[in-house]
C-alpha cells in the first residue's frame, strides 16, 4: 500500500484534475472534415470487428472479460485471486505431506521398539496380560 | 503479466510435485530395487514383499536402515519377529501399537519389570488366564 500522499502532492493532484475538468467542459470543437474523416475510420473499424463469431461462449468470454476487467485485467485477478489461492493449495499440500511423514515415522518407530523389545509381540496382543498389567498398577 | 502467470504455474506444478514427492521416492520399491544389505535384513519377508503396499515397504526399508545400529540380541529379534508381525492383519498391528504406546507410558523402573510379568502371567493356570481376558462379550450383555 502506497503512504500517505504528502498536502502538496494531493495539491498538484487537484489541479490537474481542475485542469481536466476545464478542458472537458470546452467540449471538443472538430471542423466538419476531421469529423467526417473520425466517421470513417470508426466505420472501418466496426466493420473489421463485425466478422467475429459471437457464440455463447464467446458471450460468456467477454461478459468474463468485463468483469475481469473491473479487477484490473487477468493480470489482476491472477495476483490477487489466484497466488493466494495457490499459496493455500501449496501450504495445504505441505501440511498433508509433513502429516504424513510424521505419522510413518512414528509407525516406524513404534515398529522398531515392538520388533526389538523385551516383550514379545504376543504380550502386546494378549488382552488377558494387558487386564494383568491394568490390575498390578491399580493394587501398586 | 505473463510472466507472473508462469511464475504461479511453475509455483504449482511445485507444490504438486513437493506434495508427491514422498510416494515418488519411496515408489513401490520391487525386492530387485533394494540393495542388498536390505534384502538381506529383510530376507524373512521375501515371500511377501509384493504384497506389501509402498508405506509399509517404506517403513520396512527404515527399519532395515536401523537394523545396522542395533544391539545382536535386537538383531535376533528383529529377525525373528518380523514375520510375524507383518502377517497380522491391520487391526492386530493397529492394538498392538495402541498397547505399546501405553505401555511405554509407565516409570523405566516399571518398564523394566514387564519381562518378568510377562513371564509372572504366563505360569499362571489358563482358568485364571481366561478370567483376565473374557471373550468379547456380544453387544447386549456389554454394559
Known sequence: MSPAKRPEQAMNEFQFGDKIRHILNQGLSLDSRKAARLQAARELALARKRPEPVGVLASAGVWAGNMVGDFGGWTGVSLRLLVPVAMLLIGFGAIYTWQQNQRAAEVEEIDAQLLTGDLPIDAYLDRGFQNFLKTRAAEE | ?143
Open chain 2, 1 to 143: 503479466m505473463r510472466r507472473a502467470l508462469l511464475v504461479l504455474a511453475l509455483c504449482m506444478a511445485a507444490g504438486a510435485a513437493g506434495a508427491q514427492s514422498p510416494k515418488i521416492k519411496g515408489g513401490r520399491p520391487a525386492w530387485a530395487e533394494l540393495t542388498v544389505e536390505q534384502q538381506h535384513t529383510l530376507a524373512p519377508l521375501k515371500a511377501d514383499w509384493e504384497s506389501l503396499d509402498p508405506d509399509r515397504r517404506r517403513k520396512w526399508i527404515g527399519i532395515a536402515k536401523r537394523y545396522p545400529g542395533m544391539k545382536p540380541q535386537q538383531q535376533e529379534r528383529v529377525q525373528r519377529r518380523m514375520q510375524a508381525w507383518a502377517q497380522l492383519t491391520p487391526e492386530q498391528r493397529r492394538q498392538a501399537r495402541e498397547n505399546y504406546k501405553r505401555i511405554a507410558k509407565v516409570s523405566p523402573e516399571k518398564r523394566g519389570k514387564l519381562g518378568e510379568q510377562w513371564a509372572e502371567y504366563q505360569a499362571l493356570p489358563p482358568d485364571e488366564r481366561q478370567n483376565l481376558a473374557p471373550p468379547p462379550t456380544p453387544a447386549k450383555k456389554k454394559k
